[in-house]
């Protein structure tokens, strides 16, 4: 009993109706599988977050998905949608983050600090955002810090597609960003690291503020 329960937790596939290969994808749903959803796979995926959960090699979304307009619609805390590349690509990175490390290392009961776990596949899911020209890292800790501001507890409406996550995500998107982009340094230095979450977000803020003189 525990051993096929686990078997199904690990290999959910066999609970789905439909399938289809597509490249080095395997898609399973309870709905038809359209061949929309190879344009998304197609779409720069690796190059460039949850309704989603990442288990060894598997990418399960839980919500409905409209692969035509790459869009995903969680309703955990409310309505909303986010788009369908980061949520595969935020949960790819976890399934990553588990061969790498190993899953007794990074699964739900233990895994490194929150901003660490989940700010990485964030930061992954939008490189190609954020190595864009009209992207700025110091004006996006600006949004975060009045998003911060202005918040009641810990979730954050991110201003994409009005879908609320655990302050974590952006917070810690910027931080990785932060520490592998300006100071370059590598994930598994970040994850050895045991300088503290509040030590290294003030001294983004000193760097952003610094910058922000410079400009001007
Ligand atoms: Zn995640």
Same mark, same amino acid.
């Given at each position: 009993m525990i051993a096929a329960l686990v078997a199904i937790i690990l290999f959910?596939?066999?609970?789905?109706a439909n399938k289809m290969k597509y490249k080095k994808f395997k898609v399973c749903s309870?709905?038809?599988? %359209?061949?929309?959803?190879g344009i998304v796979l197609d779409n720069d995926l690796l190059g460039i977050g949850p309704a989603a959960r990442a288990r060894l090699h598997n990418v399960i979304i839980k919500v409905r998905i409209d692969p035509k307009s790459n869009l995903a619609f969680p309703t955990f805390r409310k309505e909303c949608e986010i788009n369908l590349t980061y949520l595969l690509a935020h949960e790819m990175i976890h399934c990553l983050q588990a061969k790498k490390y190993g899953i007794m290392k990074f699964n739900p009961f233990r895994h490194p600090e929150f901003w660490k776990l989940e700010g990485y596949p964030e930061y992954i899911s939008r490189k190609s955002w954020l190595s %864009?020209?009209?992207? %700025?890292l110091t004006s996006e800790i600006e949004r975060y810090v009045s998003l911060e501001n202005k918040a009641?507890?810990?979730?954050? !409406?991110?201003?994409?597609?009005g879908c609320e996550f655990p302050d974590y995500y952006f917070k810690g998107r910027l931080m990785i960003e932060y520490l592998m982009d300006?100071?370059? !340094?590598s994930y598994d230095q970040i994850l050895k690291d045991s300088v503290s979450e509040n030590t290294i977000f003030k001294e983004m803020i000193k760097w952003k503020d610094s910058t922000k003189k410079i400009e001007h």
């Open positions: 959910p596939q066999l609970l789905f309870n709905d038809t599988v %359209s061949y929309d959803i %864009s020209k009209d992207y %700025s009641t507890d810990i979730w954050i !409406l991110t201003g994409e597609g300006i100071k370059h !340094l």
